[in-house]
């Protein structure tokens, strides 16, 4: 089986940053496109960025400029930097991976990690 394990969520003043990890593990192939979703209270999940096997990124409008994603493919990981955090970025943060494992070819999410920004 494949488990992805997100990190780096925490409470933060509006205009700090964090930076969120998302690392994968198991019987893994190769990556497809991997991403980073969010929740916030009472709404529907949205995606907030992703980015391909070949390094293209797509950005929500709003988070562009100030988010940046990033991947490791060697550690199986994706990252997501977020600077200039504003109260509306509040949410449950969820890490995606559609990937090729030995069971053939899935999308997974992780557990989640809470962002709260304060005001």
């Known amino acids: 089986q494949v488990q992805l394990v997100e990190s780096g969520g925490g409470l933060v003043q509006a205009g700090g940053s964090l930076r969120l990890s998302c690392a994968a593990s198991g019987s893994i192939y190769s990556f497809n496109v991997m991403g980073w979703y969010r929740q916030a209270p009472g709404k529907q999940r949205e995606l907030v960025t992703t980015?391909?096997?070949?390094?293209?990124?797509n950005y929500a409008d709003s988070v562009k400029g100030r988010f940046t994603i990033s991947r490791d493919n060697a550690k199986n990981a994706v990252y997501l930097q977020m600077n200039s955090l504003k109260p509306l970025d509040t949410a449950v943060y969820y890490c995606n991976a559609d990937l090729y494992w030995s069971g053939g070819r899935r999308v997974y999410w992780g557990q989640g990690t809470q962002v709260t920004v304060s005001s």
């Open positions: 980015i391909t096997s070949g390094g293209s990124t």
